[in-house]
């Protein structure tokens, strides 16, 4: 994983974070020599919330209906 100074990185982000995010490479930022930050790409695809059970799941039986009649759901009480 490529290391780069804050000095560096302040002059430079918009090209290092077009880098990153075409090499699909995090780059740690350091201060003085020590990691402060790691730049990572965005990953995107399955985890999304909407669509992420799509071809996952398979409806089986009737989803409509209610489980228990009106008859079967009064005594239960």
Same mark, same amino acid.
């Given at each position: 994983?490529?290391? &780069?100074?804050?000095? *560096?990185? #302040?002059?430079?982000? %918009?090209? =290092?974070?077009?880098?990153?995010?075409?090499? +699909?490479? @995090? =780059?740690? &930022? $350091? #201060?003085? /020599?020590? @990691?402060?930050?790691?730049?990572? @790409?965005?990953?995107?695809? +399955?985890? *999304? &919330?909407? /669509?992420?059970? +799509? /071809?996952?799941?398979? &409806? $089986? /039986?009737?989803?409509?209906?209610?489980? %228990?009649?009106? *008859? *079967?759901?009064?005594? %239960?009480?």
């Amino acid at each position: 994983m490529r290391t &780069i100074a804050a000095g *560096e990185f #302040k002059a430079r982000c %918009l090209a =290092i974070m077009e880098e990153v995010r075409a090499r +699909r490479e @995090p =780059i740690v &930022i $350091t #201060k003085r /020599g020590q @990691p402060m930050v790691k730049l990572v @790409p965005v990953t995107r695809g +399955r985890d *999304e &919330i909407f /669509g992420f059970y +799509r /071809g996952r799941l398979k &409806i $089986t /039986g009737d989803v409509v209906s209610p489980a %228990l009649s009106a *008859e *079967e759901w009064g005594s %239960l009480w």
